[in-house]
């Protein structure tokens, strides 16, 4: 199932990195096997510092989540970034609240698509799926991702957490 999910090299990846940009990553294709600051290995995104980096084979909803996670960390860890995004358990809820609000920036994603790829790779959500999630109990994320001011009317702000 989890080869189903949406992944770069099916994207306009120009799209993406532009979105990418104006949270000041950069994305950067790969070709090694290895992913570069990736923490879960294989073909998951990798971040170290402002970079981004994928293979045309990683997952878009890989991609969006470790952004998020760049998004939502403060200055100092932004700093010192290198794989481990690390976080506590708020942060990434509003990870993965941001990351499907992101979707709907990437033409071929969007909302639905980043759910079902969402529960294609195995997110794990108390409801069951990630859109049942998303839809009936993400306040806590919502009320986060509003306190650090990343939304704005419940869209995203386009800027880093301070």
């Known amino acids: 199932m989890a ?21 000041q990553l950069q994305l950067t294709r790969v070709e090694e096997s290895n992913i570069p600051g990736s923490f879960w290995g294989d ?31 403060d200055q100092a860890r932004r700093q010192q970034l290198d794989t481990d995004a690390a976080g506590d358990y708020a942060e990434e809820n509003a990870v993965c ?22 529960d294609a790779w195995g997110y794990s959500f108390r409801l069951g799926s990630a859109r049942a999630w998303f839809e009936q109990d993400a ?9 650090h001011q990343l939304l704005r009317d419940d869209r995203p702000s386009y800027r880093l957490r301070l």
């Open 139 to 147: 306040e806590d994320a919502l009320a986060w991702l509003q306190q």
């Open 3 to 23: 080869e189903s999910v949406l992944r770069l090299g099916d994207i306009d990846s120009d799209k993406l990195a532009q979105l990418l940009a104006r949270y």
């Open 97 to 118: 609240y941001l990351q499907i609000l992101l979707a709907d920036d990437i033409p071929e994603m969007g909302r639905a698509r980043m759910l079902q790829d969402m």
């Open 43 to 73: 073909q998951e995104a990798g971040l170290i510092g402002r970079q981004l980096y994928a293979r045309n084979d990683t997952p878009l909803h890989s991609i969006l989540h470790e952004s998020c996670h760049y998004i939502c960390m």
